[in-house]
């Protein structure tokens, strides 16, 4: 029952925090002017980040090594983008090359 | 940005159905109330879809034994390389991001999870203002 309504605040509070954050960045985003080149950057920044969050979760799984199948899947996925394909397929090719590898008891 | 959200009383709904989708698509369009339009139907979408699927995931969920002998591990980055991919072609983008992306590999046997992510942060010194 604790740990229900300690849940329960959690949730709440981690909502009222984002809700918070956005509004401030809105707020905050319409009395700042950046340069075209500072915005570039920002966006820029968003893009790494994205990229940093798909590099480490192609290849690893909390600190260890995500293993081979899934290395090779989001390889895959990478060569499909690259070569303009839709990303429905991009999304299906990495999925069914990873379990692919894993049904022949790659890991 | 500033147009999408609305003012005063507006602004307070217009902020909590703000994500990436619906700013995506609300600044992609040509004219301010195709703008102000693509951003409000996205973003009440999303507000009314997200919840509704998370559940029937939930549901759904119970009869995937093990989302990994399917793949769905890869899926996500996955996505998210196909969605920023155009980006990277150009050096602009891509320098930064790359050595970024490296960083944070490097960084992950040493740094607790989720931290790793924030380093790349520094391939950010390599940005310069090109093409």
């Known amino acids: 029952m604790t740990s229900h309504s300690l849940m329960i605040a959690g949730i709440a509070v981690l909502a009222a925090g984002t809700f918070l954050m956005r509004v401030a960045g809105y707020r905050l985003g319409s009395r700042l002017n950046f340069s075209p080149a500072t915005q570039t950057m920002l966006s820029d920044a968003a893009t790494t980040l994205l990229l940093a969050v798909a590099a480490t979760s192609a290849l690893f799984e909390g600190q260890h090594f995500a293993g081979y199948a899934r290395v090779t899947g989001v390889s895959v996925a990478l060569f499909l983008a690259w070569r303009k394909a839709p990303l429905m397929v991009i999304i299906i090719a990495a999925a069914a090359v990873t379990a692919l590898l894993r049904g022949f008891g790659i890991q | ?131």
């Open chain 2, 1 to 131: 940005m500033k147009d999408l959200v609305g003012s005063k009383a507006m602004s307070w709904l217009g902020c909590h159905i703000m994500n990436d989708e619906s700013v995506v698509f609300g600044i992609s369009q040509s004219t301010h109330e195709k703008r102000k339009t693509a951003y409000w139907l996205c973003g009440a979408g999303i507000a009314l879809f997200w919840p509704v699927s998370v559940m029937a995931g939930a549901y759904i969920g119970q009869f995937i034994p093990d989302i990994k002998a399917i793949g769905l591990d890869a899926v996500f980055p996955a996505i998210l390389l196909g969605l920023i991919f155009p980006a990277l072609r150009s050096r602009r983008t891509r320098i930064p991001a790359t050595s970024g992306a490296l960083i944070s590999l490097a960084a992950v046997p040493f740094v607790p999870a989720g931290m790793p992510v924030l380093f790349s942060l520094l391939g950010l010194l390599a940005w310069r203002n090109r093409k």
